[in-house]
């Protein structure tokens, strides 16, 4: 069974930076094109980064583009999501998904298959 575990949730003041990290032990890691999603109170999930299985390609939605970067290290079966310059907006559950048979990086959360149990980033004003 694949289980992604996210870390790195927290509270931090607008401005500040902050990493997640989402691990998926056990498997062939470098097999998935991974990605991060966030769901807010009142929100629909939101689509925040993907990126490719060798980590050479991101894309990232326009709400963060310049501020946050997704990043993988295969040797260690993790990615990693350094968020910058939070702002209060920023504030929702963060989730990681994988899916290891995707062509392309997909923004939509239908085409993910694998996903972890969320982690909390509460940016205060």
């Known amino acids: 069974q694949v289980r992604l575990v996210e870390s790195g949730g927290g509270l931090v003041q607008a401005g500040g930076p902050l990493r997640l990290s989402c691990v998926l032990p056990g498997h062939s890691f470098s097999a998935y094109t991974m990605a991060w999603f966030r769901h807010a109170p009142g929100n629909e999930r939101e689509f925040v980064g993907a990126?490719?299985?060798?980590?050479?390609?991101?894309i990232y939605a326009d709400s963060v583009k310049g501020r946050f970067t997704t990043s993988r290290d295969n040797a260690k079966n993790t990615m990693y999501l350094q968020m910058s310059s939070l702002k209060p907006e920023d504030t929702a559950v963060y989730y990681c998904?994988?899916?290891?048979?995707?062509?392309?990086?997909?923004?939509?959360?239908?085409?993910?298959?694998?996903w972890g149990q969320g982690t909390q980033v509460t940016v205060s004003s």
């Open positions: 998904a994988a899916d290891p048979s995707m062509r392309n990086l997909e923004r939509t959360s239908d085409e993910y298959h694998f």
């Open positions: 990126i490719t299985r060798s980590g050479a390609t991101s």
